[in-house]
Every structure is written in structure tokens, then in C-alpha cells.
């Protein structure tokens, strides 16, 4: 969980591998950067009432993506996650973190 300046900025920057199942919940969030890492990443924009609201698959390192207002929180998880999840907009999440 990122949830401090800190933690926020630096994200998944150095994470050389992220294993399926594995991801981090950035809160608050509206909107992210690929900045300084190594590996691509889907990444899961929610809302206040765990509702998804936008879908980024496999952000590419360097690149920046969209600003979602209503963002809440995103989830960075490996790319495949959204897919095999099959989650879409307008899904309504049970988030826990460990």
C-alpha cells in the first residue's frame, strides 16, 4: 500500500519483477507515470465506492498515462492482471491488502 507522499512517488520504480497476484494500491491516486521503470504494468483506476472507472493495460515503462478525476485509488498489478481478471468498467471491487 502506497499511501504516503513517499511511497506514492516512488511506486513500483526498481521493481525488476512482479509476480502474478502480486501489485500495489496507490491512495490517493488520479492518475499515474511509468517514469524510471523496468517493467509494463496494468494498472486499475477506482473510485471512492470501489467502483472501476478506467482500464490501463500494459502501461509501457516511460510512459504517463491519462488524469481520471474521480480516481480514488489505482491498483499497479502485472500486465495480464485486467485480463484475466476480466475486469471492467463499472465493476464493483472487494479490496484487501496484506
Not at 511506486?11 to 519483477?17: C, S, Y
Not at 491512495?27 to 504494468?41: A, E, K
Not at 516511460?62 to 502485472?78: D, H, L, M, T
Amino acid at each position: 500500500m502506497a499511501d504516503n507522499s513517499w511511497t506514492r512517488l516512488r511506486g513500483l520504480i526498481g521493481v525488476r519483477d512482479l509476480p502474478q497476484g502480486d501489485g500495489l494500491v496507490i491512495d490517493p491516486c488520479r492518475g499515474v507515470h511509468c517514469m524510471f521503470m523496468s517493467i509494463p504494468i496494468d494498472v486499475v483506476y477506482v473510485d471512492k465506492q470501489h467502483t472501476v472507472v478506467a482500464l490501463d493495460r500494459a502501461m509501457k515503462p516511460w510512459s504517463v498515462g491519462k488524469i481520471y478525476r474521480n480516481s480514488q485509488y489505482v491498483i499497479e498489478a502485472p500486465v495480464g492482471t485486467i485480463d484475466r481478471s476480466q475486469t471492467q468498467v463499472g465493476d464493483q471491487l472487494v479490496l484487501s491488502v496484506e
